[in-house]
């Protein structure tokens, strides 16, 4: 059950990478609380939570959020 529950938190914080109108600090908040949350619940799978989860997130970042700004160009 709990590892339902990470994959639904999980869940929500690719949402926010992939909606632009969320800032960048809240979905730095929102990953810290899910990390806090799975030390707390599920610390014997801390590791397996930093390969799978943070390296998603880091990818959708970079897929999504860095190429937005790259797109961007100063008048």
């Known amino acids: 059950m709990l590892t339902l529950r990470l994959r639904e938190k999980a869940d929500l914080v690719c949402v926010l990478i992939l909606c632009d109108r969320i800032a960048d600090r809240t979905i730095t908040g929102e990953r810290k609380l899910l990390r806090q ?16 989860y943070e390296a998603r997130f880091d990818r959708l970042i970079a897929q999504f959020r860095d190429q937005k700004s790259e797109t961007v160009t100063p008048v």
Do not use: A, S, T
Not at 39 to 49: S, T, V
């Open 37 to 52: 949350w799975c030390e707390k619940f599920l610390p014997d799978r801390i590791d397996l939570y930093d390969m799978v």
